[in-house]
Structure formats: C-alpha cells, structure tokens
C-alpha cells in the first residue's frame, strides 16, 4: 500500500483503528509466512521405498542423492540435446539444488521439490530392481543406476 497524504485519514479514531489494521495485516502476512515455511519440513523415506536411498546417476550426467531424512541434492547438467536430461531436470541453480524434499505422491510418482522455488514429478516406470549386481531404477523413462 501506498502511503500518501490521501490515504492517511483526518480523524484521530479513524487513525488508530487505520494504524491497527495496518499492523494487524502486516502481522498476519508475517504469521502466515512462517506457517507456510513450517509446513516445508522433510519427512522421512518411509521403509517401504528404502530402496530409492541412494545416489542415483543417469547415462546422461543426472544425478540425484536421495537421503533417508527425505531431503535430495540434485546435479544436472545442462545439455538441452540429450533427451533424457530434459525428462529429468529440474532447472534450479546449485545454490538451491541441494536439501530439497523428497515426497511420494503415490506409488508410481517421485516429488523432488524446494518449495517456493521448484518443483518435479517423476513418474516411477520401475521401482528400484536388481539387474546383476547392478542397482537400477527407471523415472520418466530414464534409467538411472545406483552409485556404490
């Protein structure tokens, strides 16, 4: 709100009930704001997608470090002719690629998100498998092969 000699009422009643609903409203945005930034709280990987903690890495250079407490750090390399790179990517800088939630919003889908920033949804084509003694799992079509 613009304040101007138009805006700022004559009436000294009118001016303190105006200077309490002005700070009335800037403590609520103020309140809201720190209930919006509580709600963002990782929550750990449950047992039943124990599997999908790990280091995750994709042919392409994509690469994901899904932690037990429920946060991520995301490396991507920008390389918009590699198809698999671009059904993967977030596109947030490293300065915010790293503590991001991790979340389930079912089965079949993956949530890496900084809220407020960015957010993507995987689709889980194929739960984290065994192929020999090689750990892989397939995310928007991409497979990606647990680091050791």
């Not at 000699?5 to 009930?17: F, Q, S, Y």
């Not at 698999?84 to 089965?107: C, E, H, R, W």
């Not at 192929?131 to 991409?142: E, F, I, P, R």
Request: net charge positive.
């Amino acid at each position: 709100m613009i304040i101007n000699h138009r805006t700022i009422p004559d009436n000294k009643l009118v001016m303190k009930l105006w200077i309490y609903r002005t700070c009335l409203n800037g403590l609520s945005l103020v309140c809201i704001c720190f209930l919006c930034q509580s709600c963002h709280n990782p929550k750990p990987i449950s047992k039943d997608k124990g599997d999908f903690i790990g280091v995750w890495q994709a042919y392409s250079g994509f690469k994901v470090e899904i932690k037990a407490s429920g946060t991520a750090d995301v490396y991507e390399y920008n390389l918009p002719q590699n198809s698999d790179n671009i059904k993967l990517i977030i596109g947030v800088t490293p300065q915010y690629a790293m503590d991001m939630l991790v979340g389930f919003g079912s089965d079949s889908i993956l949530i890496i998100s900084k809220p407020t920033v960015r957010a993507r949804e995987y689709r889980i084509d194929r739960n984290p498998f065994l192929d020999g003694d090689t750990m892989k799992m397939v995310l928007n079509g991409v497979v990606l092969i647990k680091q050791k």
